[in-house]
């Protein structure tokens, strides 16, 4: 069964431009999340979504947004970008909204801002 | 704030040696615990996790042991081997309605294994 996709891996923007990452979760996964990882920061939760609804978000701006299709693939917009986006941005997907918080991660979009 | 505290930053251990990781958290309603290891360029895999009703766990040569008094877990690497190099995170996350939370991570040991 193939893993956690994410595209593109690899990303250069500059300042006040937006950008659109993409994942596909595992066959059958239904619940996507998005992490950002700095080496300041570390992991930090974004958002969940599951079946098209956003369920769970963490501490960001606005700035950040994500939607989720019906075949459960989820985008992430950055809109305005800052400096301070420059991170690895992580997918990861589970099978339902179980209690215990089971994920699989994507390899990640490296998004530079220059 | 932050929830979870991971400690050391790094650890070097030399071949065939016990490593050791370790987490406290300070949210009481955390209760699902995983530890995620992350080599270059890639995304964190999922190596092992404890739910607060056991003590320890042990998935081959990895085990958790929990501490739900102290509000503490750790990671035990048994035998460690070269390929074992690589960046450790531990990690929690709390039930909420129709599921659980995001998880929140400590900020990761990278972990060295000298042949």
């Known amino acids: 069964k193939a893993g956690v996709t994410q595209t593109p891996r690899y990303l250069i923007k500059t300042r006040g431009q937006q950008v659109t990452l993409s994942c596909s979760p595992i066959?059958?996964?239904?619940?996507v999340s998005w992490y950002q990882q700095t080496p300041g920061q570390g992991l930090q939760f974004l958002f969940e979504y599951f079946s098209e609804t956003q369920r769970n978000k963490g501490n960001f701006p606005g700035r950040f947004s994500g939607r989720q299709f019906s075949n459960s693939r989820s985008e992430m917009n950055v809109s305005t970008l800052e400096l301070g986006d420059s991170a690895l941005y992580l997918c990861a997907s589970r099978l339902r909204l179980a209690e215990y918080n089971e994920q699989f991660f994507g390899p990640g979009t490296r998004l530079t801002v220059l | 704030q932050q929830q979870v505290k991971q400690s050391p930053q790094s650890l070097i251990v030399q071949k065939g040696g016990i490593s050791i990781i370790n987490c406290a958290y300070e949210?009481?309603?955390?209760?699902?615990f995983p530890w995620y290891q992350q080599f270059p360029g890639k995304g964190p895999a999922l190596l092992i996790a404890i739910r607060p009703d056991v003590s320890e766990k042990k998935e081959g040569r990895f085990t958790i042991s929990f501490n739900k008094s102290a509000k503490q877990f750790s990671l035990h690497i048994m035998d460690s081997q070269p390929g074992d190099s690589a960046t450790y995170f531990c990690?929690?996350?709390?039930?909420?309605?129709?599921?659980?939370?995001?998880?929140?991570f400590g900020k990761g040991t990278h972990l060295i294994i000298q042949p």
């Open positions: 066959s059958g996964h239904r619940s």
């Open positions: 949210n009481t309603a955390f209760d699902y």
């Open positions: 990690a929690a996350s709390r039930k909420s309605g129709g599921g659980a939370d995001g998880l929140t």
